[in-house]
């Protein structure tokens, strides 16, 4: 069972735009929601991370929005540049009894044209 | 500070055999989770050790076990290879303490790449 959901699939978008890629969660006990971005070859890489006490967060280009009530978050990336091309990937655990173990979504791939 | 570090990056193995891999997590890290990732699955809870203790079970056959070491690295043993296993599996280490079971950020290797033949 698949219990975060992931789109797009794919994003290609312009140097300078918005990226937006979107999460959406079944389990009602996530309390932890991590962001990783994986360049080929590499392990994933923690972005941001956001817990339901707040609804937005923001570290220099990248925002994650959070709805609580829809079981919905989302990965907004400003000023999108081609170095920021990689496989995004939005995750979500249950803190205290799940430690390390995350819930991926599927990945999203980003292309940033120059 | 040198990052996670897993052995070996490539191998090849035929349907049948047993392979393990190993991981060295950043200094100072106790807790050492495996995840499995593939193109069809994307990344999957594998197990996650803490203080030699399994810690976490994700949704695996008993075929694939782990265990930690009192330097706190890690091995996965994968026992009875199919062609399903061929895939990235990624260690990954954090400071998560054992008092206090909150999720941290996850520092992950880059990955040994196991192909079954």
């Known amino acids: 069972q698949q219990q975060v959901k992931q789109s797009p699939q794919s994003l290609i978008v312009q140097k300078g735009g918005i990226s937006i890629i979107n999460c959406a969660y079944e389990?009602?006990?996530?309390?932890?929601f991590p962001w990783y971005q994986q360049f080929p070859g590499k392990g994933p890489a923690l972005l941001i991370a956001?817990?339901?006490?707040?609804s937005e967060k923001k570290e220099g280009r990248f925002t994650i929005s959070f709805n609580k009530s829809a079981k919905q978050f989302s990965l907004h990336i400003m000023d999108s540049q081609p170095g920021d091309s990689a496989t995004y990937f939005c995750?979500?655990?249950?803190?205290?009894?799940?430690?390390?173990?995350?819930?991926f979504g599927e990945g999203t791939q980003l292309t940033v044209n120059p | 500070k040198a990052g996670v570090t897993q052995t070996p990056r490539y191998l090849i193995k035929t349907r049948g055999q047993q392979v393990t891999l190993s991981c060295s997590p950043i200094?100072?890290?106790?807790?050492v989770s495996w995840y499995q990732q593939t193109p069809g699955q994307g990344l999957q809870f594998l197990f996650e050790?803490?203080?030699?203790?399994?810690?976490n079970k994700g949704n695996f056959p008993g075929r694939f076990s782990g265990r930690q070491f009192s330097n706190s690295r890690s091995e996965m043993n994968v026992s009875t290879l199919e062609l399903g296993d061929s895939a990235l599996y990624l260690c990954?280490?954090?400071?998560?303490?054992?008092?206090?079971?909150?999720?941290?950020?996850?520092?992950f290797g880059e990955g040994s790449r196991l192909t079954v033949l």
């Open positions: 990954a280490s954090s400071l998560n303490e054992l008092a206090i079971l909150r999720a941290g950020e996850l520092f």
């Open positions: 389990n009602t006990a996530f309390d932890y």
């Open positions: 956001i817990r339901p006490d707040v």
């Open positions: 995750a979500a655990s249950k803190e205290e009894t799940s430690g390390s173990r995350l819930t």
């Open positions: 200094s100072g890290h106790r807790s």
């Open positions: 050790y803490f203080s030699e203790t399994q810690r």
